[in-house]
């Protein structure tokens, strides 16, 4: 597990989750949070596993995270580590009250290039069919996914005149105010239709928001008008426009993994820095960015990003 323990940010104290959690039962709370926040928090930590291969979620944040994060052992923050805990909070509510037609949670895979890609999607269910019928289907989506890792023709597909609907499911402080998704969920939805082979047309893509005042389900738009006569985007991708995405972004995360060298800091997408605020790799981040930018200079590069100093992070 990558991250081993939880750093005082005031203090700049380290220690592990055992000792941390030791001094919350010991003093009703440690580092802000009470005992039974923190051990909420461990235990999301310790479930969360890596598949194999890329994910879905990996590829829609900082690129050199992922590495960052994977590869060396470091001390986060419980408050970074929060909107995870929050999130599970969210998903325990689905899976306790589930749509009856609906596969909740369940992680496909699909090979693209020399790699795989995986997504775990929160909900899923094929229109006016039973969840029975959406299983088969996943086993098709599985069958198809173990013949083109042998090179061998897919099965046929079933189901192939049925819509389906995909819903992600996001907890927030605040609702969303905005009339357009996040770019990043965009693709999130996007690659969730392309590791379940439904053909664009045949699938409706939904994001539910949760926060403790309410809901809000917001789709992806797929085209057509608005009342006032104005066009509406077409935020379904199509195949091509997918494999661009892949191009882009999986091809980056692939080599960087393969190479096991962290995409440099100057590299990464002025996009991708909004999560540096809530990184838990950000220590570590900032020292690696530091002696790239070193290097870089002493080659006689030119430096276009350093990472911000103390008072500035
Ligand atoms: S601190 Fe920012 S740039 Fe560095 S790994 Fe984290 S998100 Fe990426």
Known sequence: MPQIGWLDPSKGTERTFDKWLALAAKDGEALGFPYEVLAGIRQQLSGEHRPEGITVTQLGGCLRRQLLEGKHEFYGTPASNYAAFRGTV?????????????????????????????????????????????????????????????????????????EFEIEDWKSKDELPTYAYVAKRYVSQGNLYRWLLRIPKG???????????KGTRTMSLYEGGNFRNGRTKPDQI?????????????????????????????????????????????????????????????????????????????
């Open 90 to 162: 969210v998903h325990a509510m689905l899976e306790s009250f589930p749509h009856p037609d609906a596969v909740i949670e369940e992680r496909v895979w699909r090979r693209y290039g020399g790699a795989v890609l995986s997504g775990q999607i929160d909900k899923m269910r094929m229109l006016k069919h039973s969840r029975d019928d959406m299983l088969a289907y996943l086993e098709w989506v599985r069958l198809a996914h173990a013949a083109e890792m042998e090179d061998k023709p897919l099965p046929e597909r079933p189901f192939s005149h049925v």
């Open 202 to 212: 045949m699938v409706h893509i939904d994001f539910v928001f949760v926060s403790m």
């Open 237 to 313: 991708w199509s195949d091509s426009e997918v494999k661009k995405y892949l191009e882009e972004r999986f091809a980056i995360l692939d080599a960087s993994r393969r190479l096991d060298r962290p995409l440099a800091y100057s590299n990464v997408t002025e996009e991708d820095l909004w999560e540096c605020q809530w990184c838990s790799a950000k220590p570590l981040c900032y020292r690696l960015a530091a002696e790239e930018a070193r290097v870089a200079w002493l080659a006689g590069e030119k430096v276009d990003r350093i990472p911000p100093r103390e008072g500035e992070i």
